[in-house]
């Protein structure tokens, strides 16, 4: 027979309760950082002994508690952040649950010192008892012995350095949207972080500027009706290979979201290659009543009321910060050439239809000057090359002199624009084992009605019931990026104009050569070959594909006399 069901012991139920929301030192630190910074605190410093395993201590100056608050605050589901069910649609706190300082008593040996002002100061032991103790306004809440009754959970920390790692990441995480106050971490009673009090993008180079250079880091604001948008942000000369750094706050709450992660790769699209991703840090304010934390014990995810609005919002925010702009130094923009087109406008225009190969959009080609605009040099008619090719350097640049000219070809963006114009004619090849896969409802919405776009570079979706779908061909030039592609269409649901610019970038990004790759010169020398007859020498991301340094701007540059070719030798 099977066992009766009984109730658990309140003792073993708490525990349990404890394991969902304490799963590591760093969830203390994460928990009592909410509580400093919803008692309204200037100042929060957090102590970590041993990465937190022997010990936490959290100190802010905030409100503090009386005594019949400290008597109470312990016990499940004690709150003073919300009474009634309405108060869940207009959460304006951190915290609301009311299992935080209940889950952490359970799992350790945990001491509270708090007041209101300085004649009103109290102490909670680790044993519940409260007594009158000296402090003044604000709280100190020690935590020792953590997981000492729970053996299971301790036995599963990881080394002191790791757990140390991880309670930075959560106070770097919880630091970064409150820029009004000041944040110090402390290890082995060492100060290792201090974040004064300052602006957004202060607050942001004081965490990250290790890692991001500043000069290249700009700050953005943009509202949208209810919603604003913050941000610090990479300019399209600062990048990584990897999506680290792209991190996404929502109503000052770190969150992970791929959707909006996506969205902000996205907004860079049209000024990062492809497998090039952006330093972002971005801060969303939506009224309360859009979104719902209440769906994760820790808080770390998020339902929104409209996620595709959302999307599309970071994503319209972060492409008006990333538009292009002249690059500086090297191809400056004459002050009498027209303006760049706002991006704004560029934004707000309504394509009359799909091109069979999408165009680069209008705003890229101001970045250049009026050389740069110039149509393309185009090689003799006959088979000899009218160039001599010098080599490569770098292994991603190729030299090629020309006349007086000597031109330095960038070999991938070179080779992407020539596959990008390649695709309005594609060579389709047929799968032996089609590509499956189920994309979100907003996806699959989306290709059931307007999947024919994929079909005009030889992309055939099939669908197969349900909200299953599969790949059966592709164009050629796809073979060893099949991943990419798939996970791209998987993920895609904007104007199909703007999907279908990307994804002739995206695929031609892919399967161009690398930066990096050694070229032999008969390779080299064709690549230049397709390079000089491009019709437009830019890259889908709007770069150019070369730079041309004239033989007089290469004297004038090193101070020599431009003379005739006869006594050149002589000076």
């Not at 036995?155 to 409150?178: G, H, M, W, Y």
């Not at 959707?259 to 492809?274: M, N």
């Amino acid at each position: 027979m099977g066992r009766p069901v009984v109730l658990l012991d309140p003792l073993v139920a708490q525990r349990i309760a404890a394991g969902e929301v304490i799963e590591r030192p760093h969830s203390v630190v994460r928990e009592l950082i909410d509580n400093a910074v919803d008692s309204d605190a200037t100042q929060v410093d957090v102590y970590l002994e041993q990465g937190g395993i022997d010990g936490i201590r959290v100190i802010d100056n905030g409100s503090g508690m009386t005594a019949e608050d400290l008597s109470v605050c312990c016990k499940s589901h004690a709150t003073s952040k919300i009474s009634k069910l309405e108060d869940l649609e207009r959460l304006h706190t951190l915290g609301f649950r009311g299992e935080a300082l209940a889950s952490i008593a359970a799992c350790s040996d945990m001491r509270i010192t708090t007041g209101t002002d300085e004649d009103s100061c109290w102490v909670r032991s680790p044993a519940g008892e409260v007594s009158p103790g000296g402090r003044g306004r604000g709280t100190m809440i020690e935590v020792r012995r953590l997981f000492h009754e729970i053996p299971g959970r301790k036995k599963f920390l990881k080394s002191s350095q790791a757990e140390a790692s991880a309670c930075k990441r959560v106070f770097l995480d919880k630091a970064l949207p409150f820029p009004e106050i000041q944040f110090r971490l402390f290890a082995q009673q060492e100060l290792k972080q201090f974040l004064p009090s300052g602006t957004l993008f202060e607050r942001v180079m004081n965490a990250y500027g290790h890692v991001c250079e500043q000069s290249l880091m700009k700050e953005g604001e943009v509202t949208f009706g209810k919603t604003v948008i913050r941000g610090v942000y990479s300019d399209n000369a600062l990048y990584r290979t990897d999506r680290s750094y792209i991190q996404i706050f929502v109503n000052r709450r770190r969150i992970n979201d791929y959707s909006l992660v996506q969205a902000v790769t996205h907004g860079y699209s049209s000024v990062l290659p492809g497998g090039a991703f952006p330093y972002c840090f971005l801060f969303l304010d939506l009224p309360p009543e859009e979104v719902d934390f209440n769906i994760h014990p820790a808080k770390r995810e998020v339902r929104f009321r409209s996620q595709r609005e959302v999307h599309h919002l970071v994503t319209s925010a972060v492409r008006q910060w990333a538009a292009p702009t002249p690059l500086q130094g090297i191809f400056e923009r004459r002050e009498t050439e027209p303006a760049p087109e706002s991006q704004e406008s560029w934004f707000a225009r309504e394509p009359q239809r799909i091109p069979s190969r999408p165009a680069v959009p209008d705003q890229w080609h101001t970045a250049f000057t009026q050389r740069e605009k110039q149509p393309s040099p185009h090689p003799r008619e006959s088979q000899d090359d009218d160039f001599i090719y010098h080599g490569q350097i770098f292994n991603l640049f190729l030299l090629a002199q020309r006349g007086e000219s000597l031109y330095i070809i960038d070999q991938h963006a070179a080779h992407e624009r020539f596959l990008y114009d390649q695709l309005s004619d594609p060579t389709i090849q047929p799968l032996l084992v089609p590509l499956s896969f189920t994309p979100e409802h907003e996806v699959h919405q989306f290709l059931l009605n307007h999947g024919s776009l994929y079909q005009d570079i030889g992309i055939t979706l099939e669908h197969q019931g349900g909200g299953t779908w599969e790949i059966t061909t592709l164009p050629s030039v796809c073979r060893g990026s099949e991943e990419d592609l798939l996970d791209f269409i998987a993920q895609e649901a904007r104007d199909p104009e703007q999907v279908k610019t990307s994804l002739y970038a995206m695929i031609a990004c892919k399967s161009a050569v690398k930066d990096g790759e050694i070229l032999d010169p008969v390779t080299a020398k064709e690549l230049i070959r397709k390079a000089f007859s491009l019709e437009d020498p830019r890259c889908p991301h709007g770069r150019p594909v070369w730079r041309e340094i004239t033989r007089e701007e290469l004297f004038r540059d090193v101070r020599r006399t431009v003379t005739g070719r006869q006594d050149r030798g002589n000076r």
